[in-house]
C-alpha cells in the first residue's frame, strides 16, 4: 500500500464551486505539504504543517485553505475554485531529521476548472 | 532570492550514451540539495540528499554530485526506463522546510 495517498485523483469542477482535496499517510511523519505543479513553472508549495497546530502559508497561499484534522490527514480547499486553479496538486510529508527532512510526494490529483 | 536553475530543459539519449544533467543553485545557505524523479502524471520520488559539497550518492545508473554552486546528476550507459523528468530541489537555512524546485530536465531514452 502507498505511504501517502491523495484523492480524488482526477477532479473536474467547475468556477465558483468549493472543492476539497484530502490527503493521508502512513509513514508516522509529523511535516505534511501541499504543492502545485505547472507546466513551466515546476512545483510551488501552497501550505505547511508541523504537526496539528501548527499551518503555516507557503508561496502562493491565496484562494486555498487547508485543515490538518490529525497527525496523518491534511486537507486543502479552495473555496471558490477559478480556472487557474487548474493544475496537479501534490500532498507531501517528511520526518524532521535534526539537519533536513527529505519529503516524500503522494501519487496527486489532477484538477480541472471550467 | 533563492532559486534554482535546471538544464537542458531536455535531453535525449541513445540507450547506453551517458551524460549529465545540470542543477544551479543560489542560496543563502544550503541546509540540503534534493534530486527527485517524476513519471508522467505521477508523484516526484526521492532519489538522492546531498548535503555539503563534495558528496557523492550513486544508486544503479545514477550518481549526483554537489559542488558550492551546482549539483550534476549524471546517467551512466542509460536505458529507455529512465526516461523521466528529472526535478532539483534546495532548502536554504532561511526558509525553513521549504523545499525550492527548479522546472526539471526531461530526459528521453531511446533503445
Known amino acids: 500500500d502507498a505511504d501517502v495517498t491523495q484523492t480524488p485523483r482526477n477532479r473536474i469542477t467547475k468556477t465558483g464551486k468549493r472543492i476539497m482535496l484530502e490527503c493521508s499517510q502512513t509513514?508516522?511523519?509529523?511535516?505534511m505539504y501541499w504543492y502545485r505543479q505547472d507546466p513551466g513553472l515546476g512545483l510551488r508549495l501552497i501550505y505547511y504543517?508541523?504537526?496539528?497546530?501548527?499551518?503555516n502559508k507557503g508561496e502562493i497561499s491565496d484562494g486555498y485553505s487547508v485543515s490538518r484534522q490529525a497527525q496523518a490527514k491534511f486537507s486543502l480547499s479552495l473555496e471558490s475554485a477559478i480556472p487557474n486553479q487548474t493544475a496537479l496538486y501534490f500532498c507531501?510529508?517528511?520526518?524532521?531529521?535534526?539537519?533536513?527532512?527529505?519529503?516524500?510526494f503522494g501519487p496527486g490529483t489532477r484538477l480541472t476548472v471550467l | 532570492e533563492d532559486q534554482v536553475t535546471q538544464s537542458p530543459e531536455a535531453l535525449r539519449l541513445q540507450e547506453g550514451e551517458s551524460s549529465s544533467l545540470n542543477c544551479s543553485y543560489t542560496?543563502?545557505?544550503?541546509?540540503?540539495l534534493f534530486w527527485y524523479r517524476q513519471d508522467p502524471g505521477k508523484g516526484p520520488e526521492f532519489l538522492f540528499t546531498?548535503?555539503?559539497a563534495g558528496e557523492e550518492k550513486e544508486k544503479e545508473r545514477l550518481k549526483a554530485t554537489l559542488t558550492k554552486k551546482e549539483s550534476f546528476l549524471h546517467i551512466t550507459a542509460p536505458k529507455p526506463e529512465d526516461s523521466a523528468t528529472y526535478l532539483c530541489a534546495v532548502q536554504a537555512d532561511q526558509a525553513g522546510t521549504a523545499l525550492i524546485f527548479g522546472k526539471g530536465t526531461t530526459l528521453s531514452v531511446s533503445s
Open positions: 507531501a510529508t517528511s520526518d524532521w531529521g535534526g539537519s533536513t527532512d527529505t519529503q516524500y
Open positions: 542560496v543563502s545557505g544550503l541546509r540540503g
Open positions: 546531498l548535503y555539503s
Open positions: 509513514k508516522g511523519h509529523d511535516r
Open positions: 504543517s508541523f504537526d496539528v497546530k501548527d499551518i
